[in-house]
């Protein structure tokens, strides 16, 4: 079966700009997640999403990140403006039932690099 | 969300067996124990899950004592492959929560 596809792979922007990424989950796959994994560190969960419907965002930075899922597969995470700090790692992961939410399955992530 | 804590890194020669430990001293009643590898350029791989006691997978032996404050991952007889970072997110509250990994390398 396909994996969780995302796209860019790679993507460097200036400060101050704004950045989209795209998200495709495993198919049949309800949960969709947006983690960030800045260099050295484990990933960091953003924002879950349950169909097309927000679980859980508090720890996504509201004032320039923002999210959807709109027909409840795909999903695009974007930042504006982009900050240094910003620069990471950004992965898409899905899992499939309720009681299997520890096993997810993460993309490749696109590696973001704010200069 | 339960903390973990890992070992920065560790080295281990091709062919061994590697126990991998974590700490995880605030461990809800409701949490699970996951472990995830994760190799550069790749996003973390799921390896083996468990509750208490003991659960062996094709891949890897996990193994969790009765207060549930740590486990460890066996890993039986490790490859150049095995080379990667270990995590091991509790699962709780609908989150996992990763922390900052042990970095595995595998010498030949």
């Known amino acids: 079966e396909a994996g969780v596809a995302q796209s860019p792979r790679y993507k460097i922007i200036e400060k101050r700009q704004s950045v989209a990424f795209w998200c495709n989950p495993i198919?049949?796959?309800?949960?969709l997640y947006w983690y960030q994994q800045i260099l050295g560190q484990g990933p960091k969960l953003l924002i879950q999403?349950?169909?097309?419907?927000?679980?859980?965002d508090s720890q996504l930075p509201k004032d320039r990140f923002s999210a959807e899922r709109l027909k409840g597969v795909d999903s695009t995470l974007k930042i504006q403006p982009a900050k240094l700090e910003d620069s990471a790692v950004y992965l898409c992961?899905?899992?499939?039932?309720?009681?299997?939410?520890?096993?997810?399955?993460f993309g490749p992530g696109t590696r973001l690099t704010v200069t | 969300l339960a903390k973990t804590t890992q070992p920065i890194s560790m080295d281990s020669y091709e062919g061994q067996e590697v126990n991998i430990t974590c700490s995880h001293n605030?461990?809800?009643?409701?949490?699970?124990i996951t472990w995830y590898q994760q190799f550069p350029s790749q996003g973390p791989r799921f390896i083996i899950q468990?509750?208490?006691t003991k659960v062996t997978n094709e891949v890897a032996s996990l193994f969790i004592p009765a207060d549930r404050k740590s486990s460890t991952l066996s890993l039986p007889r490790v490859s150049l492959s095995d080379t990667a970072v270990y995590y091991c997110?509790?699962?709780?509250?609908?989150?996992?929560?990763f922390g900052k990994g042990n970095q595995v390398v595998v010498i030949p």
């Open positions: 992961a899905s899992s499939l039932t309720d009681y299997t939410h520890y096993e997810q399955y």
């Open positions: 198919s049949g796959h309800a949960t």
């Open positions: 999403f349950q169909n097309n419907g927000v679980v859980d």
């Open positions: 605030n461990i809800a009643t409701n949490d699970y």
């Open positions: 468990g509750y208490k």
């Open positions: 997110p509790v699962y709780g509250n609908n989150r996992l929560a």
